[in-house]
């Protein structure tokens, strides 16, 4: 390594040689110096003014003002004569900047592109693929029935960018499967698409249904079709098929969230409420006995409560009087802003639903407020809980 290195800086000071000796070899002249010229010219036009002035060219005033001309002409002359000679020491700091930076970027090319391991990552992993894709191709030779194969085979084609050979490959999978595998038919389906500048319309919008009727839930499948319906401009029918993902699988979904509001934004419509993990829906009504006791802009707190453990609510929703009777959803996704993860309602496996109303808003129940509680309920109840509000708080 050491004799790599020597080898290196040796280099490294011949190409320095070549590019920065011109920066320090001085400019060969000829015998008169410069200096020498300019004063020579000084006088010739000392010589030239004081004869001005004996002729008659000249006054006393335009004579005073050629010679104090000649006299600022000869200084800058001399200024910028030793300005130059200083640039024999300034060359020394140029090229020793310029060789450190030689040094820094022969050095930091080396590390980047002459590492081994950097040049050979991306070869590596191609030549992993390959490799196994042609031990799939000498498998099939022998068993051209494997279903399995030829599916692996065009899933390696994908992650290649081969996408025309994915495609033959997945149909020589479905020729063997037919329509009964749905995740073989959404790869068909959209290496198919990949293949045709990403359009999903025809031919695999029609694999995509087809999985679809073997697996109705299949997340992929949801999603192409909702895309193949984007690219018709079938946007309802695509927002059909993506809230039926959302509701399979709550949360973002960085691959269709911009489409969704690209697509709601066209047709008007609202994404319906989605619970995420456990969730009761609650029916609050008031009870005959009490609608003339309140007021149609009192407050309504619908919340949950776990029937053992912490009294505050584990998730809430606020409402008006005006409202009721009103149906609502309480799940992690009402719970408290401010409060731990472990205040929510998937963390207690029983709760009651407790509703009241307030005139003042405050959080805790005044006197004279009305209230409702349910009985203690799993907190992955199906039905709806009705709750009514009849009882008074004293």
Known sequence: MIIFWLIVVMLL???????LWPLRRPIITSGVSHAEVNVALHKQRIAEISKELEQGQLNEEQ???????????LLRDVEGKEKKSSTGQASIVVITLVLIAMVLLASGFYWRLGDPHYLSEKTKYEHVLGKHQQELRDRLKTKPGDAEAWTRLGRLHVLRGQFAQAVSAYEKAYVL?????????????AAIGRSQKNSLIGRPEQLIHKALKVEPNNITALMLAGFARFQQRD??????????????????NPSIDEFVAQAESVTGRKRPIIARGP???????????????????DFVFIYAQASKGPRM?????QRRVSDLPV???LGDAQAIPGMPPAIRLSRFPKVVLKARTSRTGQAVMQPGDYYGNSKVVSNKHRKPVIVYIRQQFK
């Open 13 to 19: 000071l011949v190409a320095a040689g070549f590019i």
């Open 63 to 73: 004579f005073t003002k050629a010679m104090q001309e000649a006299e600022r002409a």
């Open 177 to 189: 499967l037919g329509d009964s595998n749905a995740q073989v038919l959404v790869d068909y389906a």
């Open 235 to 252: 946007y309802k029918r695509a927002l059909r098929y993506w809230y039926k993902l959302k509701r399979i699988k709550p949360g973002p």
């Open 279 to 297: 969730a009761i829906k609650v029916v609050v009504a008031l009870h005959q006995s009490i609608r003339n006791k309140v007021n149609a802009n």
């Open 313 to 317: 609510p584990i998730a809430m929703v």
């Open 327 to 329: 149906t609502v959803l």
